[in-house]
């Protein structure tokens, strides 16, 4: 299958957006299940049991282990750049017919 011009066009605006989210914003916390759904196939890889998570239920709501995500300062540039030279590169390619 070969790419047209506005598929390129929307996988840059896609990585521009996503880009200038991880700029935005410092660290993602996780929810409780997400952070036990990664920790599962860690486990496995180095050789352990897959851990689980205490989860205890509180008047706020449910609480357990939560894991934060720190993306590089550098992914959110690398991914405006690779976004704006999709976009580019879908203007000057000739229109579908």
Request: with cysteine.
């Amino acid at each position: 299958m070969e790419l047209n011009r506005n598929q390129y066009f929307f996988a840059g605006i896609l990585l521009v957006l996503i880009g200038m989210q991880l700029r935005m914003v410092s660290s993602f916390v996780l929810t409780p299940e997400v952070t036990q759904m990664l920790a599962k196939p860690a486990a496995v890889a180095q050789g352990g049991a897959p851990p689980t998570l205490a989860i205890s239920s509180t008047a706020a709501g449910i609480t357990g282990a939560r894991k934060t995500v720190k993306p590089p300062e550098w992914l959110g540039w690398c991914l405006i750049s690779v976004g704006s030279v999709l976009i580019l590169h879908s203007l000057a390619m000739k229109k579908p017919d």
